[in-house]
């Protein structure tokens, strides 16, 4: 044992330096696990000491009503993870269009940097779930017939504009990142604006902004349940809908415990991806 | 004269005969304030529960018998203090801020083990109201499957029309009356499913074009829809409010403040086979 401990990396002798920092380090582990025990015992053994505590157990951790009702909000998942999954590409196209607006350069296309400053003006500007209902109802009220009134259809359409506002924002700042130096030494060498963009510009910027998006697709994801508001019986509406005849909250945890399971690998995943940036620019 | 008044007089002369016994009154002791029964109806409330969404007038069915409840108790028209609250306000564990809530509120066994309900004050079949395609339906079972349904998602009409009519195509499924009205104005769905007094309002006064298409027999469903006055679980005020509720059953007020404030249910058709 001693004998290993005086082993540093690649077989040469630990310094007293590297030993006392080894102690260090030791000491501070064992704090931080003592204090997390301590955080946790103090949650398992105070909280159920709160006088509301059986009450709010059985309305909210209630397990007969868990089993009877997650396989139903699993099945209503499958909406969410539909409309995400068509939303996703027309978000990520829109929003890339409307940056490429807002950057046009040519004087003659200046009513298009207009309409793009204002879109996303507005449609960030407003809460998704105004948005939603403004489209989701209004839209198929000028009298539309089915299906083309459908709520799916237009509260997908609400969901796009509002989303590719922020996307169009963040891909604009990936393309204002890449310095105009670039621009400049692709166009003395002949390249056309367009090519510019497209073989210099965007593959730089896009890369950029990944992680950025990242987190947008984690929001879409949450968002998603904001359609319930217009009709489909997605997971929020459903947890919902078991909450109000069991009386419980109980279908709101399950529902809430589906939602991290796929949104908690995606933070992780988006928090890795900056990481791996901010040392690759270091 | 309206009703209140005449409701405030008649808990006045109760209110000093009371006094003047020295007796003592059931709810003492047990209300959220002293001497005032805290109700707590819907934001909004709706016609025909609550008319012009001002309870305090005490027009409207729920109104009517919420004063009517406080006045067989021993309570004066302005001891009745009105909030809202939501459903989820309703049910969550915790200090209320109500004594009773009225809100259409279906007894149903799920819920009891949650919360207390009152006696009923209302039995309410459940009625279909149809617009565009489902004007032409026919009254059965059959023909109703085919449309595109839709209904309040908090309500027991849910698991109705899954459990009985089951449609074809999945219902869609909205927070509240407003939103089914949009739905339906907006020709998104064709039929959606109410209590009786609810769809008889809506389609007379807010869905143009709308018909109620009949009622849901009440054997068809196994457990026809009562409303109750919800009270947080174990609440003490239970036996007073279930007291004057069966005396005013008993005594055929509760009875004719149906009769005044809801519209007649007779001549809607029932829904065959």
Known sequence: M??????????????????YEDKLRRKSLLIAVMSSAAVVLAMVVLVPMAPGWDRVVKSFFNWSV???????????????????????????????????????????????RIFGAAYTDIFRGLPVILTVYLIGFGIPGLGLSRPYNSPYLWGTVALVLTYSAYVAEIFRGGIDSVHSSQRSAA?????????????VVLPQAIRKVVPAQMNM???????????????????????????????????????????LAVTIPATRYADYLMQKQARERS | MTIKTLLMGTALTFAAGTAFAGGHLCYEGKTLTEGKLTVATG?????????????????????????????EMGLAADDVIWVRTSFDEAIQPGAKNFDVNMQQYSITPERDEMVDFSAPY???????????????????????????????????AVPMLTSMIEPSDDPLLYGDNADVTAAMQAGQIDAALFDLPTALFLS??????????????????????????????????????????????????????????????????????
């Open chain 2, 122 to 156: 209302f039995s309410a079949p459940m009625a279909v109201v149809v617009v565009g395609e489902g004007l032409d339906a026919a009254p059965t079972m059959e023909s109703l499957k085919a449309l595109k349904w839709g209904a309040v998602g908090t309500t027991t």
């Open chain 1, 66 to 112: 868990m089993t009877r009702t997650f396989p139903g909000l699993l099945e209503a998942f499958v909406q969410n993870i539909m409309i995400f999954a068509w939303s996703a590409p027309l978000i990520a196209v829109l929003g890339l269009v409307i940056a490429l607006m807002r950057d046009a350069r040519s004087p003659v296309l200046f009513p298009l």
């Open chain 1, 217 to 259: 697709l984690i929001a879409l994801q949450k968002d998603v349940a904001l359609l319930s508001f217009i009709g489909p019986v997605e997971i929020f509406r459903q947890a919902g809908v078991y909450k109000s005849l069991s009386a419980n909250f109980t279908p709101y945890v399950g529902a809430a415990i589906i939602f």
């Open chain 2, 43 to 71: 934001n909004p409330a709706y016609f025909p529960w609550v008319m012009n969404d001002d309870p305090a007038s005490g027009e409207g069915f729920e109104a009517a018998v919420a004063y009517a409840v406080a006045e």
């Open chain 2, 204 to 273: 007379a006064v807010m869905i143009e074009g709308s018909a109620v298409l009949g009622q849901v027999p009440a054997d068809r469903s196994e457990n026809p829809d009562q409303f109750g006055m919800l009270m947080e679980d174990g609440n003490p005020l239970k036996t007073c409010v279930d007291a004057a509720l069966e005396a005013l059953t008993e005594s055929g007020a509760l009875a004719a403040i149906e009769a005044e404030w809801l519209q007649t249910t007779t001549g809607v058709p029932l829904i065959a086979e």
């Open chain 1, 2 to 19: 001693s004998q290993i401990d005086n082993v540093g990396v690649g077989g040469k002798p630990r310094s007293r330096r590297q030993a």
């Open chain 1, 187 to 199: 166009q003395s060498l002949g390249l056309s604006d367009r090519d510019v963009m497209r073989y």
